[in-house]
């Protein structure tokens, strides 16, 4: 009967196990993570304030140019207004012309106070 091989280690034995835990240093100190932290919070600040300096420059000049734009539109809607007016009067010279005794566009109140007419027959 033949002998078996034993299964040996290689002549000069086997390398070395590196079992030590090789765990790297634990970070910056906790100075460095504070004056890291106090950097980024100025640096948000002034971010906001550089934010809010140029929100309140666009709010201006979008409040500069609505009240440019109001004489524009005022006089669009009393243009408007003498229009509908001139419509009105017409017709109301048609409707009540075989009254005695009606004027087309007296005022029913007698107040010397400006009332703008409300109804308009379009």
Same mark, same amino acid.
């Given at each position: 009967m033949s002998t078996p091989t034993q299964d040996l280690p290689p002549p000069g034995? #086997? =390398? !070395? &196990? @590196?079992? /030590? /835990? !090789?765990?790297?240093? /634990? =970070?910056?100190?906790?100075? &460095?993570l504070l004056a890291g932290g106090f950097c980024v &919070? &100025?640096?948000?600040? *002034? *971010?906001? @304030?550089?934010g809010v300096r140029i929100s309140r420059e666009l709010d201006r000049e979008k409040r500069q140019t609505r009240l440019m734009l109001l004489p524009l539109l005022k006089a669009e809607e009393d243009l408007e207004y003498l229009e509908k007016s001139r419509k009105s009067r017409m017709l109301e010279g048609e409707i009540m012309g075989a009254v005695k005794g009606w004027k087309?566009?007296?005022?029913?109140? !007698?107040? @010397? /106070? #400006?009332?703008?007419?409300?109804? #308009?027959l379009t």
């Open positions: 034995g #086997f =390398g !070395h &196990i @590196a079992y /030590r /835990r !090789h765990v790297p240093k /634990r =970070g910056p100190p906790g100075g &460095i &919070i &100025i640096g948000g600040m *002034l *971010l906001h @304030a550089k087309v566009g007296e005022k029913p109140y !007698h107040s @010397a /106070r #400006f009332v703008k007419d409300s109804v #308009f």
